[in-house]
């Protein structure tokens, strides 16, 4: 398959889900790697509800009353090294607030111009892009959040799949210059404030540093992300890290990535 994609001569090949099998044969097929993006992050709140919720996505029919008294039993013992992953922060400057999809779909784009490579959506393509996010079940509905300062303009914003008791799962998080940090406080403490377990997403390399300033979070291979281009500009912009890639520019968002379509 792969040998035939590339008989194509299309100008860029993406993807962000690749197995290892994938990669061992598309790397001498001048596929460029993008380590960062490979990997996974995970921010626990409550272990012992998150190892719950996993039970019960792996197997849907057992009985909460067998985990559910025990998980919050342990959380209750574990509190005190579980607390809130975002302190509260006394300045006014900065705020959360959550937004819809057409809010969401308008924004994302201007704050991803300082990218070299990324997409240029047109005529209501985003907005049906996030329409068939949606319909994915297996983390819960689809919320939009941004972050602002006190003039009310948009510094960053996030999408992700969340519901109490479960684990949040991030879709997409963006944000302008210096304000990662924020609009990741703000993302994570929308998923608390939800009753959600922990949250999970994918990483970048822009906003790598600020993830290493919150308590209990754990990074994991999550899958191959990589990038094919016949056009000198579009590979170096990947080699700079200059490309905008993954959540909705990759294949994770697809209801093919983890809904069980027998139930």
């Known amino acids: 398959m792969l040998r035939a994609l590339n008989q194509g001569k299309f100008d860029l090949q993406l993807t962000d889900s690749a197995n290892r099998t994938s990669l061992a044969f598309a790397r001498p097929m001048k596929y460029q790697l993008l380590p960062v993006h490979c990997l996974g992050w995970t921010c626990v709140f409550r272990p012992a509800a998150m190892a719950a919720a996993a039970l019960h996505r792996k197997w849907p029919d057992l009985p909460r009353l067998a985990t559910d008294p025990c998980a919050r039993a342990f959380d209750v013992l574990a509190k005190g090294r579980f607390e809130h ?18 809010q969401f779909a308008e924004r994302l784009p201007t704050l991803l111009s300082d990218y070299s490579l990324r997409p240029s959506w047109r005529d209501g393509e985003l907005t049906r892009l996030l329409s068939l996010a949606a319909e994915k079940r297996a983390d819960g509905p689809l919320h939009f959040g941004g972050t602002y300062d006190e003039t009310g303009k948009m510094l960053g914003c996030y999408a992700f799949y969340g519901q109490a008791g479960g684990i949040a799962n991030l879709l997409q998080i963006q944000a302008s210059g210096s304000h990662w940090g924020a609009t990741l406080d703000g993302l994570i403490a929308a998923a608390w404030d939800m009753g959600c377990a922990g949250i999970t997403g994918q990483t970048q390399s822009r906003f790598m540093p600020q993830l290493f300033g919150y308590k209990n979070v754990f990074f994991r291979y999550a899958g191959g992300t990589m990038v094919r281009s016949r056009i000198a500009e579009v590979a170096e912009a990947v080699r700079s890290g200059d490309i905008f890639i993954g959540g909705l520019m990759g294949d994770r968002w697809t209801r093919l990535s983890s809904d069980d379509f027998g139930r």
Not at 90 to 102: G, L, T
């Open 85 to 102: 992953p975002v302190p509260p922060s006394s300045s006014h400057r900065v705020h959360r607030e959550p937004i819809d999809a057409a």
